[in-house]
């Protein structure tokens, strides 16, 4: 089996220590300030830094880079769309809320994307999982709500895209001919996450790409069963994908010093921040992530306390929402790990580290020719821009 991955682009800042953001948490570096000497530098997500991650990632051969959405990340859209000039193969994974725009005006979005970045563009679609977040915007559905609401959403998205105009009438959408200009080539794929009763069906109806968080294995494999079976009763095949940080290096003992670095400089008012408000989220799947390092939080510990599962390490999610795991240890035991997770039935990668410059190069240096000396890998146009 081939496996394909991809890397991140933080949008909402990066540094060598812990960044807060993703869902929910305000950006931020999260390390006590005032320390001389120390290179830990908070780096704005400005274009240029953000053009040099993704050049990057194209040139070690990774498939895709994912933005994310909300409200502590420059818009998804804006930033990638400024990045396909500054890149020739990498595509873009732009994660985007349904409901905050018309599902036409979505399709003709995409529709433009893929037209103006050669087809480049796959969609990350996230449903949105804390209330106060979602009231920002406008939008004060109830979790069930907009779970339906993007069922509908994909429904009208994927019939604009179709080759006659589409007509829908639904509880939250009443579209008479949405339609497109213009071939979409190819359809962009769609890519969803979600660990909810109400998010499953909405998984097997219309995504390509079923996406988790780290979590150890046994739980993927679970989840990996249930939107199977949703899927195989709706006459669909799925892919899955996972969200993973990562710490690699070539030895073990190297990797883990780097995690307790990270772990040391957290703030442990920081922590506290995150994990008050990320408490608050009514998404499953942040509930999941929070549940995996809760003793620790309770009384303290080690960093090798936050290793849920062999080179799976929870320290990330102490401070930042959403992805709260990371693969640690050498280059060979990270690609362990991801083997091990692809006997499961995931073919897709979506990684992360601090700083994801140099993170990226660590990963694409030691990990990916691991992989492709098993035969795991096949990045297609290895060591080339």
């Known amino acids: 089996m081939t496996l394909k991955f991809h890397w991140f682009l933080p949008t909402f800042g990066d540094g060598r220590s812990l960044v807060g953001g993703g869902h929910n948490v305000p950006r931020g570096i999260t390390a006590p300030a005032g320390r001389p000497g120390r290179a830990d530098r908070h780096r704005a997500p400005d274009i240029d830094y953000l053009a040099q991650i993704a050049r ?50 979505a399709a003709q979005m995409a529709a433009t994307f893929q037209r103006i970045s050669g087809g480049r563009l796959l969609l990350n679609v996230v449903t949105g999982g804390e209330q106060a977040e979602q009231a920002r915007f406008g939008d004060h559905l109830s979790h069930a709500e907009r779970y339906a609401r993007t069922d509908e959403f994909l429904s009208v998205v994927r019939g604009a895209w179709g080759e006659e105009p589409f007509d829908f009438t639904g509880d939250h959408y009443q579209v008479a001919g949405a339609t497109v200009a213009g071939d979409v080539d190819p359809v962009p794929e769609l890519y969803f996450g979600g660990s909810s009763e109400a998010a ?24 990996i069963a249930w939107i199977r079976k949703l899927a195989a009763e709706e006459g669909r095949i799925l892919r899955f994908g996972i969200r993973l940080h990562t710490i690699s290096r070539d030895t073990s003992e190297e990797a883990w010093r780097e995690a307790d670095r990270l772990l040391k400089d957290i703030d442990p008012a920081a922590v506290a921040t995150a994990q008050q408000t990320l408490a608050r989220s009514d998404s499953v799947g942040q509930q999941r992530m929070l549940s995996l390092h809760e003793g620790f939080r309770e009384g303290g510990g080690s960093t090798r306390d936050l290793e849920v599962y062999p080179n799976l ?21 990270v690609a362990d790990r991801i083997e091990e997770y692809a006997d499961l039935g995931i073919t897709e990668f979506i990684m992360s580290g601090y700083p994801h410059l140099e993170e990226a190069y660590w990963f694409g240096e030691g990990v990916l020719p691991e992989l492709q000396r098993r035969g795991s890998f096949a990045p297609g146009l290895w060591g080339t821009a």
């Open 56 to 105: 990057s990632a194209e040139q070690l051969g990774f498939d895709a880079v994912l933005t994310p959405t909300g409200t502590w990340c420059e818009d998804a859209w804006l930033t990638t769309a400024a990045l396909i000039r500054e890149t020739s193969r990498l595509r873009f994974l732009v994660a985007f809320r349904p409901g905050l725009v018309s599902p036409t005006l």
């Open 200 to 223: 499953g069906p909405v998984a097997a109806r219309h995504v390509d790409v079923y996406l988790t968080w780290g979590e150890p294995p046994v739980q993927v494999a679970e989840k």
């Open 313 to 333: 390490w929870a320290g990330v999610g102490l401070v930042r929402g959403g992805a709260g795991t990371a693969l640690v240890g050498s280059h060979t035991e």
